[in-house]
């Protein structure tokens, strides 16, 4: 197979970005490398961020990328509004300790897949969108 073809099939794959956005996110490159494992996707697709305008600007400048942003509650408040009608938003998760609470003003974004207080929950949910989302990305060839 020629280089670009495998690029090619490399994006079919991964054409999708995750950004975690929390101000108290772990950047532990073990806790990084077990998310990267229990996800089975490569480590150039998750992004990271503790500062929120950032976290924005990185979004809005990555309009052609597909991205499931996961986003601690309080932060969430507050950037969901912000981004949740960006093209390139695909889901949005909420990664918190008051499920009650967060789960009352993320009702009025479509795109907030849920709200979870559970690491192993989240990352169930965000494994299975991401498949599905791959699934739907792959073209297919007709034959005539």
Known sequence: MKESEEKSSALQIEDFI????DATINNDHHVLFKRQFSLD??????HTF?????CVEYI????????FLVVSGSL??????????L???????????????HALW?????KVHGVFIN??????????DIKIYANATVPISIGY
């Not at 503790?50 to 950032?54: A, F, N």
């Not at 809005?60 to 991205?67: F, S």
């Not at 390139?88 to 609470?101: L, P």
Request: aromatic content about 10%; hydrophobic content about 40%; overall charge neutral.
């Open 87 to 101: 093209s390139q938003i695909c889901k949005i998760y909420i990664f918190c300790a008051d499920k009650a609470r």
């Open 18 to 21: 995750i950004i975690w956005l």
């Open 60 to 67: 809005r400048r990555n309009e052609n990328e597909h991205i």
């Open 106 to 110: 993320s009702k009025a974004f479509i």
């Open 41 to 46: 996707i490569s480590s150039n697709c998750i």
């Open 50 to 54: 503790v500062d929120q305008y950032e």
């Open 119 to 128: 690491e192993s929950s989240l990352m169930t949910y965000l494994k299975s």
């Open 76 to 85: 969430g408040e507050n950037i969901v509004p912000l981004v949740h009608n």
